[in-house]
């Protein structure tokens, strides 16, 4: 299992970012959490058990939802993440 830190940079807030993150995410089983940062950015971290998992979940988010424009996409692996049971969204 891989850890991902995502940074989307854009119009991502105000749009339904995080619910379409969260829908996204139930669908394909990965587990984590998004939340919007005081940037305007959304931050993303998520877990994934695969590489067809991984690539599935960043094209969709690249995408977004269709009032979104994503500009940027920061992607670092993480090491030390919590354990997640499921995908949240953080307030």
């Given at each position: 299992?891989?850890?991902?830190?995502?940074?989307?940079?854009g119009?991502?807030?105000?749009?339904?970012?995080?619910?379409?993150?969260?829908?996204?995410?139930?669908?394909?089983?990965?587990?984590?959490?998004?939340?919007?940062?005081?940037?305007?950015?959304?931050?993303?971290?998520?877990?994934?058990?695969?590489?067809?998992?991984?690539?599935?979940?960043?094209e969709?988010?690249?995408?977004?939802?269709?009032?979104?424009?994503?500009?940027?996409?920061?992607?670092?692996?993480?090491?030390?993440?919590?354990?997640?049971?499921?995908?949240?969204?953080?307030?």
């Amino acid at each position: 299992m891989k850890s991902y830190r995502f940074k989307m940079i854009g119009r991502v807030q105000g749009v339904w970012f995080r619910k379409f993150t969260k829908d996204v995410a139930d669908r394909l089983g990965v587990r984590g959490y998004v939340r919007n940062l005081d940037d305007g950015s959304v931050e993303i971290v998520a877990s994934f058990d695969d590489e067809m998992q991984f690539e599935k979940f960043l094209e969709a988010v690249k995408k977004g939802p269709p009032l979104a424009r994503v500009d940027e996409i920061l992607i670092e692996e993480i090491e030390e993440v919590p354990a997640f049971n499921d995908f949240r969204i953080v307030k």
